[in-house]
């Protein structure tokens, strides 16, 4: 039976809600590869709730250390704004002091998996998650515009770099195609852990919105599944209307009926929470969402060739080996580039641009 662990915690005490969750869902880290992803949606300050509080991954990362892994490392793919500024969405959020060394830029290096052909036929992703012997999710108790809600499932989006989640969002085509894929971006590598910052928590139309909930709590599960349907409950959804919780089920990944998830604490449905509309239809067919979303998957990088020294960095950091050295110029493929911003990143001469 699926379990989920609702535990109550503040920022200045969440060691004790954290060490539950081990105790709860025991993992043998001794010697094997960790890899931790809190939700990192964009830079931005760790009071604005937007992404993972530090303080709940600090106490994840301590509590790892103490089991003496081989190795940990912390990172995640920022969304549509800041592709390019993994780094700084860590440094920002408080996420990189918190990750107390470990932090890596997982958009550096990705490796191409098989994918499902209705969306596309293959995508690259970070080569850690694929690595990674154990795999813990940290996603933040968080509304979102196009799923209702961005909870255990929706942040394993962030294991794709760079523009692919645009190309995604575009391929899908309707919010209906949408909910799918994100199951099947989840299926690529699924967490073996998942601990929720909900200490303060999104309503309204998130995932990025201004009205935040004191919440108080840490939720903790095995499964994704069983914790989202925990959170749609608290938000007041009725869980089987997701889309993409009911996809999740259908491909056998764990069940939303409550009468089938054995709670450990006290599931109460938050009074009055503000939910986005259901369906996503306004944020899929807002014109400028989808205008930024074109924008994305059309931008390439181009070297300054006033700038550039050729020294061929670029060539051998992209993930995907877009780029090759033409003449003294490196030249990108467009159809294999995916957008990630390694190149513009890694340049010591700020010689790549994006056109
Ligand atoms: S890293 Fe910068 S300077 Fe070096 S080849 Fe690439 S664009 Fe040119
Ligand atoms: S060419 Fe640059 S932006 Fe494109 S995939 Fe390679 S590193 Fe990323």
């Not at 201004?210 to 095995?222: F, H, K, M, W, Y």
């Not at 780029?323 to 890694?346: A, K, R």
């Amino acid at each position: 039976m699926a379990r989920v662990l609702i535990h109550p915690a503040s920022y200045e005490n969440v060691r004790e809600a954290v060490d539950r969750a081990f105790e709860l869902f025991p993992l043998e880290l001794q010697g094997k590869k960790v890899f931790i992803k809190p939700n990192v949606l964009r830079a931005s300050e760790a009071q604005e709730a937007i992404v993972t509080n530090p303080a709940v991954m600090r106490a994840v990362v301590e509590k790892v250390e103490s089991m003496r892994p081989a190795s940990i490392v912390v990172g995640d793919n920022p969304g549509l704004f800041n592709y390019g500024a993994n780094e700084l969405c860590f440094q920002q959020t408080g996420l990189l002091e918190a990750a107390k060394g470990y932090y890596e830029n997982i958009g550096n290096d990705s490796q191409k998996v098989d994918f499902n052909p209705d969306f596309l036929p293959t995508v690259s992703l970070s080569r850690i998650v694929l690595d990674a012997d154990i795999f813990i999710s940290l996603p933040k108790f968080k509304t979102h515009g196009l799923t209702v809600m961005t909870g255990a499932i929706k942040n394993s989006y962030g294991i794709l770099p760079g523009a692919q989640k645009a190309k995604l969002h575009k391929a899908a085509g309707n919010p209906e195609r949408f909910h799918e894929m994100v199951v099947d971006v989840f299926r690529l590598r699924v967490p073996d852990l998942f601990i929720m910052d909900a200490v303060v928590g999104m309503e309204g139309n998130g995932p990025a919105s201004p009205d935040l909930r004191e919440i108080g709590l840490v939720l903790a599960s095995n499964n994704a599944v069983a914790m989202d349907a925990v959170v749609a409950t608290m938000m007041g959804c009725e869980p089987g209307r997701l889309r993409f919780l009911q996809t999740a089920k259908e491909a056998g990944l764990g069940d939303y009926d409550l009468d089938t998830i054995d709670i450990v604490g006290e599931l109460r449905r938050l009074p009055d929470f503000k939910l986005p509309p259901l369906g996503g239809e306004a944020i899929f067919h807002n014109q400028a969402v989808q205008e930024i979303l074109h924008d994305r998957t059309l931008v390439r990088p181009q070297a300054d060739p006033d700038l550039c020294t050729g020294c061929g960095t670029c060539v051998d950091q992209c993930p995907v080996s877009a780029l090759s050295m033409n003449g003294q110029l490196p030249q990108v493929d467009p159809d294999l580039c995916i957008t990630c911003f390694c190149c513009q990143e890694i340049c010591p001469e700020k010689a790549m641009n994006l056109r």
